[in-house]
């Protein structure tokens, strides 16, 4: 096993560890925190753990990681032997550029996350603004998404995808999880809804609740004990 994750299943954030660690073919151990309604993360033994009280927690040996946007940087410059999960050609634009994208999935986190942690767990939040920034970066990415696809870019920071894209999307894929608010609906982002079509058609790609894989284009391989019609 190369690293722990403390994850929990209904996570944005523990699921962009579990969709990397899956495309990038890395075992690791799996350490289930029930975030609700226990709210184990905030007891005393995951403290100690990670002083910061949120999820996913990524440990090797003595080290602790407690930030998503690390995590992923840790994780492509450890085992990403291709290089294009995060820049590798010492162009500082570009992996600023990377780094500006990874920014704004914390700010995905703080808009449709809490959102939808208000959706399903009734935290308290100021549920007006908070839907209003969320549907204000939709808007933004989808409008840099489209800009993309006029340079036949099809992920965020060029025609490969990078960390950032990962990091972006899970809230994004998740927003319907809000419910039915004006402006958080797929259907508005035709940008965006490629570029998810494009995420979930990585090779290692998987898909966390709420998240469903593209859909199989054959029904026998969803489901092998369906029978098919003979050849001939
Ligand atoms: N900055 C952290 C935020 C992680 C985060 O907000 N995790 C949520 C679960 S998805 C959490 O633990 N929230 C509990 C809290 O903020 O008290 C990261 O990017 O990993």
Same mark, same amino acid.
């Given at each position: 096993m190369e690293f722990t994750l403390y994850d929990y299943a209904l996570s944005g954030n523990c699921y962009k560890v579990r969709l990397f660690a899956s495309i990038l073919g890395v075992n690791y151990? &799996?350490? %289930?925190?029930? /975030? *609700?309604?226990?709210?184990? *993360? &905030? %007891?005393?033994?995951?403290l100690q753990i990670s002083p910061a009280g949120t999820l996913p927690i990524l440990t090797v040996g003595e080290m602790v990681l407690s930030e998503t946007q690390a995590m992923l940087f840790w994780m492509a410059k450890t085992y990403d032997r291709s290089g294009a999960w995060w820049p590798n050609n010492y162009d500082p634009m570009a992996q600023a550029m990377v780094l500006q994208w990874l920014g704004f999935s914390g700010d995905l986190t703080a808009t449709i996350g809490q959102a939808r942690l208000n959706s399903l767990f009734q935290t308290p939040i100021d549920r007006a603004k908070v839907v209003k920034c969320s549907v204000t970066a939709l808007r933004r990415l989808e409008a840099h998404l489209t800009e993309q696809s006029f340079e036949q870019k099809k992920f965020i920071t060029g025609v490969f995808p990078t960390i950032a894209d990962l990091a972006c999307f899970p809230y994004v894929a998740l927003s319907g999880d809000v419910g039915t608010d004006p402006g958080l609906e797929h259907d508005s !982002?035709?940008?965006?809804?490629?570029?998810? !079509?494009?995420? &979930? %058609?990585?090779?290692? /790609?998987?898909?966390?609740?709420?998240? /469903?894989?593209? *859909?199989?284009? &054959?029904? *026998?391989?969803?489901?092998?004990?369906i029978r098919q019609v003979p050849e001939g």
């Amino acid at each position: 096993m190369e690293f722990t994750l403390y994850d929990y299943a209904l996570s944005g954030n523990c699921y962009k560890v579990r969709l990397f660690a899956s495309i990038l073919g890395v075992n690791y151990e &799996k350490i %289930s925190v029930e /975030f *609700h309604p226990a709210a184990e *993360h &905030k %007891s005393e033994t995951m403290l100690q753990i990670s002083p910061a009280g949120t999820l996913p927690i990524l440990t090797v040996g003595e080290m602790v990681l407690s930030e998503t946007q690390a995590m992923l940087f840790w994780m492509a410059k450890t085992y990403d032997r291709s290089g294009a999960w995060w820049p590798n050609n010492y162009d500082p634009m570009a992996q600023a550029m990377v780094l500006q994208w990874l920014g704004f999935s914390g700010d995905l986190t703080a808009t449709i996350g809490q959102a939808r942690l208000n959706s399903l767990f009734q935290t308290p939040i100021d549920r007006a603004k908070v839907v209003k920034c969320s549907v204000t970066a939709l808007r933004r990415l989808e409008a840099h998404l489209t800009e993309q696809s006029f340079e036949q870019k099809k992920f965020i920071t060029g025609v490969f995808p990078t960390i950032a894209d990962l990091a972006c999307f899970p809230y994004v894929a998740l927003s319907g999880d809000v419910g039915t608010d004006p402006g958080l609906e797929h259907d508005s !982002y035709p940008a965006i809804r490629n570029w998810i !079509y494009e995420i &979930k %058609s990585l090779p290692g /790609f998987i898909p966390m609740p709420g998240i /469903f894989e593209m *859909h199989q284009l &054959k029904d *026998h391989e969803a489901d092998p004990t369906i029978r098919q019609v003979p050849e001939g």
